[in-house]
């Protein structure tokens, strides 16, 4: 009938027309979309609304009263709203009318999975609650701890008994077998497709398989066993979730495995763990931490280590100094860790340092090289990495070295090339599940920004642009 109004089907509220801007109902039951309300972040809530709705820039504009191209810049990551009022008044323009948590809403308690644990039982059930906010997705899960956090679980794993029970314990069956089953088939999902890609699934195998077997009683040597084999799992799924950039998430599975190792007499082990997270402190920015935790895992493993792991540890040293521009200790660092793997024996080494060979060696280094400006060997030393890597097996950590050597031609002064190499590469990073490696590629994208006028960049940032948008 003539004058009835109409009404949005979203909402049920507003009148429905071409220039609507309701938003589905569907998109507030996302747990990241209350989470971002809950927190006020404005930025987040736009990148949202144009992931998961259909609802067009101008809509999103008017929503935020806002200009389109302010709306189109934050969207493309060139600009942060940061001003109080904006960001007021961009939170309340989108979620009026919605019921959101309020700021005060249920946080991940800060000391939850940091600390060793004084028995295995008690392990598994410290992992239950980290694997059950990190799956429910709690606001603060994917923060990362400050290293004063996890200061007392280092300290604490340096000053236990040295004994490893790596040499006598040979369960190879049963749970033991099927955990370590499902840990190489999550680590080649991760190293191939990324941490996002199967972490979920992960989560869940943590839940209903690994944590139920750590609370049953079994004899002394099935269960150091099942310890061992179950660190090296949730170290996998740390890894996952650090790539992810879940990093709260990602510290405590790391501190568990690390309990994991220690119940199990598993000294070098830990050190891998310390080691692994020495890596992921080091890409947050916590240089200081990263080369603690390196130091500490050399020490800790002591005379056991063999050379491959003193070289692996020695490099993680050497990023810290590299990225810290502590020149003279990073070349310390890797001449130890060169001589230290010119004398590895592959066969002496554990398993799940394997990976560590000439083209990971290599392009450790070249990090190294590129964090302190010496471009020149940067481009080898990444360009050697990338003819020594075969196969399909680590094509996340290629995208890493190709973005490293872009980085270092475009440091050469050769724009165009630096931008054929960016350009190449984006497939892979949009086809990869990784935050780690759109995190790269956005590093480097920044560093191509001084040359804007040249056609060739012009081209890459606007392809760039889109990728990391998309992976936002």
Same mark, same amino acid.
């Given at each position: ?13 507003? $009148? ?6 309701? =938003?589905?109902?569907? +998109? ?14 404005a930025n987040t809530l736009i990148r949202l609304l144009l992931r998961h709705t ?41 979620? /009026? ?42 606001? %603060? ?21 040295? !004994? ?29 497709? %990324?941490?996002?890609?199967? $972490? ?16 049953? @009683? ?5 269960? $150091? ?5 179950? !660190? ?46 020495? /890596?992921?402190?080091? &890409? ?46 990073? *070349? ?8 230290? *793997? ?18 990971? &060696? ?6 190294? /090289? ?5 471009? /020149? ?22 995208? +890493?070295t190709r973005l490293v050597l872009a980085a270092a031609v475009l440091g050469q ?8 190499? %960016?350009?190449? =590469? ?13 995190? &790269?590629?956005?590093?480097?994208? $920044? @560093? ?11 081209? *890459? ?12």
């Open positions: 009938m003539e004058g009835t109004p109409v009404y949005c089907g979203n909402c049920g509220r507003c $009148r429905g027309s071409g220039d609507c801007s309701c =938003v589905p109902a569907r +998109f507030w039951r996302l747990p990241q979309v209350r989470r971002a309300a809950a927190e006020g972040d259909d609802l067009a820039q101008d809509a999103i504009a008017r929503m935020c009263d806002l200009s389109q191209t302010m709306v189109s810049r934050v969207l493309s990551g060139q600009r942060e709203l940061r001003r109080q009022e904006t960001v007021r008044r961009v939170v309340e323009g989108i979620t /009026h009318g919605f019921d959101i948590p309020a700021p005060v809403m249920k946080r991940v308690p800060q000391e939850l999975g940091l600390a060793l644990n004084g028995s295995a039982r008690q392990t598994a059930e410290v992992l239950n609650q980290v694997a059950a906010v990190d799956a429910e997705d709690i606001p %603060g899960v994917q923060e990362q701890p400050p290293a004063s956090a996890v200061s007392s679980a280092v300290l604490s794993w340096l000053v236990s008994g040295p !004994s490893s029970g790596s040499s006598e314990v040979q369960v190879e069956d049963g749970p033991v077998a099927a955990i370590r089953t499902a840990s190489a088939a999550f680590s080649a999902l991760d190293n191939r497709f %990324g941490g996002d890609n199967a $972490r979920a699934a992960a989560v869940h195998y943590l839940n209903e398989t690994v944590v139920p077997l750590l609370r049953e @009683s079994h004899s002394e040597k099935v269960s $150091r066993a099942l310890f061992a084999v179950s !660190s090296e799992f949730v170290l996998s799924l740390a890894w996952m979730s650090y790539d992810a950039q879940r990093n709260g998430a990602a510290r405590r599975y790391f501190v568990q495995a690390l309990d994991l190792a220690a119940h199990a007499g598993e000294r070098l082990l830990g050190a891998s763990v310390l080691s692994a997270m020495s /890596h992921q402190a080091n &890409y947050v920015g916590a240089h200081a931490e990263a080369r603690d935790l390196a130091r500490a895992a050399l020490t800790g493993a002591g005379e056991r280590a063999t050379q491959t792991m003193r070289a692996q540890f020695l490099m993680m040293e050497a990023r810290a100094h590299a990225a810290g521009q502590d020149k003279s200790a990073c *070349f310390q660092a890797m001449s130890e860790a060169e001589r230290a *793997f010119g004398r590895r024996d592959p066969g002496a080494d554990p398993e799940w340092i394997g990976y560590f060979d000439h083209a990971e &060696y290599s392009d450790e280094v070249a990090h190294c /090289h590129r964090d302190l400006g010496h471009s /020149h060997v940067a481009r080898r030393l990444a360009e050697q990495s990338l003819a020594s890597s075969v196969g399909e097996e680590y094509a996340r950590s290629r995208v +890493f002064g050769e724009v165009e090339e630096a931008c054929h190499l %960016g350009s190449v =590469v984006l497939p892979q990073v949009r086809a990869t599940s990784s935050a780690r490696c759109v995190g &790269y590629l956005d590093a480097f994208a $920044r @560093s191509m920004r001084p040359y804007r006028g040249q056609p060739m960049a012009e081209r *890459f940032l606007s392809q760039a642009r889109a990728v990391v948008s998309a992976a936002q």
